[in-house]
């Protein structure tokens, strides 16, 4: 059976993610410190495919154990939001960059078959025209960008250096069942 892990996975796009991966049959480890994740996201969840575990990935002590036999690792976990990330830019480098950095090391430590990242689109600032290319020059405006870009370059670094199996996606306005509406 293949297991994925998904940190995260108690958020609006976490959650959904899980449904499906659960829906096609995978075991799946949901990491969460749940700050804005709600484990109401998960609860019409079967159990027996699902293991929730409540864990801050800013604190690598623990991260490691939760990786082994892992297929798939689906990193979705991280602060969002533009304003607050210009009040406290400290917790999102904490945060996004920093818990990123300790879950690619866990994730390295295991024979991954791929690590699939989300990223932002915030990373093109405040574009001139739209639809926006891929290929446009990164100019985040906002912390919050900042430090989902920073995530992105070291997942990215880690491809190249040590051939670590990865993607990363630059999610543009996502919405659907269990979005924030604060």
């Known amino acids: 059976m293949t297991k994925s892990l998904v940190t995260g996975g108690a ?6 993610l899980v449904d499906l991966l659960v ?14 994740g709600r ?14 575990i409540k864990i801050d990935i800013t604190n690598s002590k623990n991260l490691d154990k939760h990786f082994v036999g892992v297929d798939y690792v689906f990193h979705l976990a991280g602060i969002a939001d533009i ?5 406290n830019p400290n917790k999102y480098f904490n945060s996004n960059v920093v818990g990123t ?4 090391q866990a994730a390295k430590k295991v ?9 932002s ?6 574009p001139n025209k739209f639809p926006i290319k891929e290929n446009v020059k990164i100019s985040p405006m906002y912390p919050y960008a900042f430090t989902k870009w ?5 997942i990215m670094h880690w491809v190249k250096i040590y051939n670590f199996p990865a993607i990363s996606f630059r999610f543009f306005n996502a919405y659907g069942p269990r979005s924030r509406t604060s």
């Open 83 to 87: 304003v607050p990330s210009i009040e």
């Open 111 to 119: 024979n991954i078959k791929k690590f699939i990242y989300a990223a």
């Open 39 to 52: 484990r109401s996201n998960l609860s019409h969840q079967n159990k027996k495919n699902l293991k929730v």
């Open 121 to 126: 689109a915030s990373c093109y600032g405040i």
């Open 150 to 154: 920073q995530a992105e370059e070291l």
């Open 11 to 16: 958020g609006f796009i976490g959650s959904n």
């Open 23 to 36: 829906k096609k049959k995978h075991k799946v480890i949901v990491l969460d410190n749940f700050s804005t």
């Open 101 to 104: 950095l300790n879950v690619i």
